[in-house]
């Protein structure tokens, strides 16, 4: 099991990183804003535990970012104490569970066990549109059941454009997702992209819309 640990106070961090590993988990350690965002959008987490106070990009933004995504990994908030603004903000921005600061390492852990058993009980993994599925938890591809070899990036953007079924989604916006704000990419990379997944799934699986953009054909 993974788990990512957004903390910018160093004590604290290597506390939780410490009380992670002890229960089990493969830990990956951030205090950074901008670091948690990508790492928790672009790898696989069973657990994010997430200080709200970060630098360059705050945790609330951090987690309605993720959610925004479709990133539905079990997420437990990290609150100052006795601050129920913070506890209503995080819970509405997606978070599943907090724990005001400060707090016992023990309390942490069982919390973070019921979260992780919770999202293994209720992990919706498979979605499908047309001849076309998704597996969310292990990041595969299949169609008409048969797996299909694609990329990480060719995956998100399959991934965004099944979360975004009920229309076509723009060529900026996609690359937006694909590479950020501050990363922007020529079209044709995107192009590019497309086209090679249009090999691999064939004909009428990624579909054109004229000036709106690219969705998925629905049979
Ligand atoms: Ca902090």
Redesign the pocket.
């Known amino acids: 099991m993974r788990a990512l640990a957004v ?3 160093p004590r604290i961090a290597a506390d939780l990183q410490a009380a992670l590993s002890g229960a089990g988990f493969r830990v990956d350690r951030t205090g950074d804003g901008e670091e948690a965002w990508f790492l928790g959008d672009t790898e696989e987490f069973d657990l994010v535990v997430l ?4 630098p360059r990009l705050d945790g609330l933004a951090v987690l309605k970012r993720w959610r925004a995504n479709g990133r539905t990994m079990p997420v437990l908030v990290l609150t100052a104490r006795g601050t129920w603004q913070e506890r209503v903000e995080g819970i509405e921005a997606g978070a599943d569970d907090y724990l005001p600061k400060p707090f016992r390492m023990e309390e942490l852990i069982a919390r973070a066990r019921a979260l992780v058993r919770r999202a293994g009980g209720h992990a919706t993994a498979l979605q499908e549109v047309g001849d076309l599925s998704l597996d969310t938890n292990r990041m595969g591809v299949a169609l008409r059941g048969v797996p299909v070899q694609v990329t990480a990036l060719e995956y998100r953007l399959l991934a965004y454009l099944m979360q975004n079924r009920d229309r076509p989604v723009p060529p900026t916006e996609l690359l937006e997702h694909l590479y950020g704000d501050d990363d922007a990419r020529e079209a044709n990379a995107l192009e590019a992209v497309i086209a090679r997944l249009r090999r691999k799934l064939g004909p009428g699986v990624i579909g054109t819309r004229r000036g709106f953009g690219y969705f998925l054909e629905h049979s």
Request: proline share 0%; hydrophobic share 30%; no cysteine.
């Open positions: 903390e910018d106070d200080d709200l106070g970060l």
